[in-house]
């Protein structure tokens, strides 16, 4: 008996070595997940993101890495997959024991993953332009809230600079982004005095591809004599059938001009940008910023992904932000423990890419500036109009009564992604 306590004894030493040695090598670095679809109808967007990140790692590691340990990628592809984002975001946090995800491009990804990263306790680095009425304790939304990008490009529309337009075309895929953006739009078209007689709007699903009669309607809601524009949020490869068929039905941007909010450079990229002059887009930066933060970013980017002609895009600069205020958070927390990095987070700081500063808000969403730029043949943007300096994004629209009424505010006292009132009552 004596022999086989002794034997247990040291099989149970043995193991406890082992699994101690497993863990310190696990430890020996931080691991960044990296949740982009690389495959299906949202790959020409997300891959880019993908390299992003692999780039901010990589120059990272350079200087030495974080908390004297070298940051380790942890890439998985989500498909396009929605379902799929949440297991793959459950592996990533509960096999590979990653410390932060940077991921997602549409909504409906991002709630997929929403409550398993609530689940687990994890923190999801969001980098892409969204309908808000969301504020969650384990996502830090780097992309535009739609005070941030859909309000102000439809207040350029309706001004004389953009055209003073009396009618306006909804055209969106059709998830939840698109339809709350929308619902959000339309309720602010109506507070400026457009009739719902004067909105047409129209879904189509992911990787949408027959666009002729679609915009043949558009064309049909705009010949009433009244000044037309569209507001696009459609989103992925439906985008270059859609603007393949506005030039072959003939449709110039000084005719009916089409605002987008998820058209940038990279999907330029793939498209004949001739007809498509002087069409719109809405965001918060644009590769062709004039700024010393601008140039070295489209420098590093260039050297790193070994492609002169690769563009530089809107999601790419929130996933450098979002990036660049973790690290400045766990090195502030001196741990990369999600509840002490989140802590860390408020009031966070970074040069954005033109010429101003991102501030980090308590309710999880960023200052941005807010652009609008105009196509052009080279595939860039001429900025046409912008905010004089940073817009504080807002979890909650103004415009919708159901959400006006709500705060998100993660500090004492509120601590809360959707209250009416303060958490903790002051004594």
Not at 47 to 71: A, C, H, R, S, W
Not at 396 to 419: H, I, M, R
Request: net charge negative; proline share 4%.
């Amino acid at each position: 008996m004596k022999t086989t306590f002794k034997t247990v004894v040291g099989a149970g030493v043995i193991a406890a070595s082992v699994l101690g040695a497993t863990a310190a090598q696990a430890a020996e670095t931080i691991k960044v997940g990296v949740l982009h679809s690389l495959s299906g109808t949202m790959a020409i967007s997300e891959t880019t993101l993908k390299d992003t990140v692999l780039m901010m790692i990589d120059e990272q590691n350079k200087k030495g890495g974080l908390l004297g340990k070298k940051l380790e990628a942890v890439v998985v592809d989500p498909a396009s997959n929605w379902p799929l984002f949440a297991e793959k975001t459950r592996e990533l946090i509960s096999k590979e024991n990653v410390n932060v995800i940077f991921g997602c491009w549409t909504s409906v990804s991002r709630k997929s993953v929403l409550p398993v990263v609530e689940e687990l306790n994890g923190m999801l680095f969001y980098p892409v332009q969204y309908e808000g009425e969301e504020s969650s304790r384990n996502v830090f939304y780097t992309g535009a809230a739609p005070n941030q990008q859909a309000i102000p490009a439809v207040d350029y529309l309706l001004s004389k600079d953009g055209g003073e337009a009396k009618r306006i075309v909804l055209l969106g895929t059709d998830y939840v982004y698109p339809r709350t953006t929308n619902k959000i739009l339309r309720s602010y078209l109506n507070a400026k005095g457009i009739a719902d007689a004067d909105i047409m709007e129209n879904y189509t699903p992911f990787g949408h591809s027959d666009w002729q009669t679609i915009v043949s309607d558009v064309k049909k809601f705009a010949s009433t004599g009244k000044k037309t524009a569209v507001v696009s949020t459609i989103n992925g490869d439906a985008n270059v059938p859609f603007y393949k068929e506005l030039a072959n039905q003939g449709i110039k941007a000084e005719d009916i001009p089409v605002v987008a909010f998820s058209v940038g450079e990279e999907e330029l990229a793939g498209l004949d940008t001739g007809p498509l002059v002087g069409h719109l887009a809405a965001w918060n930066y644009f590769m062709s910023v004039k700024a010393p933060e601008n140039d070295a970013f489209i420098k590093t980017w260039k050297a790193f992904i070994k492609d002169n002609k690769r563009v530089t895009n809107d999601p790419m600069e929130a996933t450098y932000i979002g990036f660049k205020m973790w690290v400045q958070a766990v090195e502030q927390a001196g741990t990369t423990d999600v509840d002490a990095v989140r802590q860390a987070m408020y009031g966070q700081k970074v040069p954005n890419l033109t010429g101003g500063m991102a501030v980090m808000n308590t309710n999880h969403h960023l200052s941005k500036p807010v652009l609008i730029g105009e196509i052009q043949d080279n595939g860039q943007f001429d900025i046409v109009w912008n905010t004089d300096g940073e817009v504080v994004g807002d979890a909650w629209s103004d415009f919708l009564p159901e959400s006006a009424k709500l705060t998100a505010d993660w500090t004492y006292p509120w601590v809360c992604g959707n209250c009416e009132k303060p958490k903790y009552a002051a004594k």
